[in-house]
């Protein structure tokens, strides 16, 4: 990501939490250097923290992208991500194989192949954004 944002010559700037007070501390970080948006990458954290950072993305007018619909949901702009539900069916296809007695070693690698974009047109309207048709179309949830 910072490799290809560098290479349209655009500055992402990485900040880290690992816990509450450090999420407050990284969205004072963010509006001190006038970040214009936020990306919240997959962290357990997070997700227990997730009322947190979207009352913050709102209270500082960032736009963000989050990593599952629950942010989405909870008042966040975009939620882009694997599909848990579908995550949650594939574990226990492979419980069932491994009870079955298949080996866990012989079992392949799976990796997420439904991805579902989720866009508050509510928040979107909040921050004086105007969504574009192509994005609405491609949502997969409009939440309003």
Do not use: C, W
Not at 5 to 18: C, E, H, L, N, P
Not at 44 to 69: E, K, T
């Amino acid at each position: 990501m910072l490799a290809a944002a560098r290479a349209i010559g655009q500055r992402i700037d990485v900040f880290r939490a690992s816990s509450e007070s450090e999420i407050d501390a990284a969205f004072v970080a963010i509006v001190r250097r006038g970040n214009g948006a936020l990306l919240v990458t997959d962290d357990p954290l997070f997700s227990v923290q997730l009322d947190q950072i979207v009352a913050l993305a709102a209270r500082h007018a960032l736009p963000a992208i989050y990593y599952r619909r629950e942010f989405v949901a909870a008042g966040g702009l975009i939620g882009y991500g694997s599909n848990s539900g579908e995550a949650y069916r594939q574990a226990g296809i492979y419980i069932g194989r491994i009870l079955k007695g298949e080996k866990p070693a012989d079992l392949p690698v799976m990796q997420p192949v439904k991805f579902e974009l989720i866009l508050n047109l509510k928040t979107a309207k909040t921050l004086g954004l105007t969504v574009p048709q192509s994005i609405l179309l491609s949502a997969d949830e409009v939440i309003e």
